[in-house]
Structures are given as structure tokens and as C-alpha cells.
């Protein structure tokens, strides 16, 4: 099976692509930023004989990443011109996008020496609490920075240990805490804010590249034998404690931009407006939001189209197409009468899909922790290790440079 490359020139113009307003002209030609931003180029995207006025075009007489720029935002328009079209031209560029083999392996070759140094960057950004009375206690940063490390390990303890030395000898903690204390730390209530600020920051590199995002749920078990519940209703022997992570991520790069965690047996409609304002919040120029038929209500609705998003939600089967209100009837004749193009969007929720699934596979879909607090926070450093990872993918297919606090709201 050939599996499609993209060259250097190529993921450049996907970056272009992505970050900036490609303007096309009555006569066809388009005016293509260059990738600095400083400077425009005018390209002609004639199939069969290209042109761009840039200097690598000038050498070369062949395809630059401008051309290519534009090649990438016609192949988008069949997208939304198109019917039957649109899933498959979206996914070819998509898998290409994904398929990036060169700059996927390189970003894992190098990836544990980003992920300390972009996770030291981050907790350094946190301020400090006033130390009040009692003994001095480590900064929340070295707290922070250990924990998150742990996570992202995934080792145990005593392997664990010589990490964290590693990482004090360069500098990354300031003081070297006890291994087998990290799960302690956990159970501080005072952590979850900072965890929730960090991994808003987290995403703000990829600001600039995420306007699609989608929504969903899913369950983390944790070690907790739920014993009562068997003693009380009898018989369902195995039954596990679970937590439930809410999120929302941008659908091109799988960042989270926003969580919520909460028991097992909440549903999720009701957290879909507290991710969305913190997906906003968080300085996101949001379009459109996919997220499955859990989430369809007319306020969910509402929020959606308040920040200047388009919602596709599918409409329970046994919906009334009018209740009141513009937004509603809307959505519901779109759903139903131009169904091709709705799912041609709604597609796109599979991504939020794909980040439970990585972040399960690859830091674990147990919480080790046994009280709630400290499984929040557990739960939290999954995803903030997760962010890292996804900033550090962008570094090589997008250069990203991520500067976390610059632009964090
Ligand atoms: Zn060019």
C-alpha cells in the first residue's frame, strides 16, 4: 500500500492554507501571502502550465508551496460546492494532512525532550500562591510540571525517579519531589484551576489553524470496586466506578480546547455551553461545531449561533421540525432536506472520537487516583500531556512555533 508524502513545499502551503486568506481575483489568479505574512504572491493555478511571480517559482518553473497554497483552498471549495463530492475531496486532503509520515516520525523521535521543555515553558507561566503558614511546600509549578510528566511516562515509580532528577539537574523543577508522592499531590483541590488554565494555554498555538470543532464524551474507570452498589441492588458483580470527560477539540490538529469532568451518570447536553464559552474565552474564532444527537436542544442551538458558529447536530427522529424559534426550524430543514451537505460537515465529529482514543491509548483510560479530586485532576494531566503531544505534531507539519502565555486569554 503507498502511503501519500507530503514534501516540504507541500506541508509549507498547507500551513498557508490553513493561516491565512487566499483572495482570488475576477480573472482567476489569486493573491497568496507569503508564509511570513510580510509579502503577497500572485499565483495562476492553471492546471496544466502553474504560475507564481514568487523567487522559488522564478528558479524552479515548478510547483511552489503558493501554488500549492492555492491547489489545497480550491480542492476545500468543491467541498462546499459539491454534494456527493464533498466527503471524498475533504478526506483526501485530510489524509494527507494525517499521513505525514516523515514529520510524524521525526516529531515522535524528538518528542520527550519537547514535551519537558514546552511543559517547563507552560508551568513557569503559573503564578504562585502566597505562601501562608506551615512548612514550605513545593511550587505549584514543580507540582504541576511532575504530575503532568508522570502522566505522559506512564513508568513506574522507580523508573519515574531518575526522570524527575534528569529533569532538575536541567533545570525544569526547582526542587526534587518525593516519587512516590505524586498521586498525593493529586488529591489538592487547589490544582484543578491551574490545570484547567494550562491547558487552555496549551492550545492557544494552534489558534490561528482551528475554526472546526466538535463535541463528545467519555468514560474513564477508575480502580474503585463500587461495592455498595452490588450490597444494594445485588448482582452486578463487576460493576466499576467511572468519570466522565466532556470535551470539545479543533477538528484539524485534535487539540482540546476545552474539558469538563464529571461523574458517569451526568448527560452531556447540559456541558456543551460551558466548553463552547471556554473554547471562545480561550480567544477561538469558531464556524462550525459537530457534535452527535445527545447534544440537540434549542439552547445548545442558541449558544451556537451567539458566537458566530454554524451547529450540526442531528435532530432526534421523533422531532417537531417548528418549535418557535428561527434557529430551530433552520437547522431542522437543513438537517433534513439537504442531508448530504449537513453530514458532509457532521463527518467531522469523528475527530473528537479519535482524541479519546489517543488519549486512552496512549497515557491509559484507568484513573490510578481513588478519590474524586484527585481523579479530576488525574484526568486532567491526561489531556494537558495529550495537548503537548499535538502541539509538538504541529511544530514539524505546520511550524508552529508555540509561544503559550503571548497569547493566552
Ligand atoms: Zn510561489
Redo the contacts with the bound molecule.
Sequence with gaps: MSTPQLSERESKALAIATHTNLVRKPNNTWIVPSQSGAKT?T?NPDPESPF?D?P??EFRRAR????YAVEIVLKREIVTVGQTQTVTETLTVKQKYTQDWPSYNKAQQNEKAHFIEFLHQLCSGIEEPIQTKGRPRLPLADIIFAATYKTYTMVSARRFASDLRDALAKGYISKLPSYNSIFDYFQMESLTPYLRQLIAASATPLKSIETEFAVDSSGFSTTNYVRWFSVKYGGTEDWHDWVKMHLMCGVKTHVVTSVEISRATKHDSPFYKPLLQQTAKAGFNMQEISADKGYISMKNLQTTIDHGAVPFIPFKSNTQPDRGTDVWSKMFHFYNFKREEFLAHYHKRSNVESVFQMIKSKFGEKLRSKNETAQVNEALTKVLAHNLCVVIQSLYELNITPEFWSEAA
Design positions: 504572491y499565483v507564481c514568487c522559488d517559482f511552489c508551496k503558493h501554488i
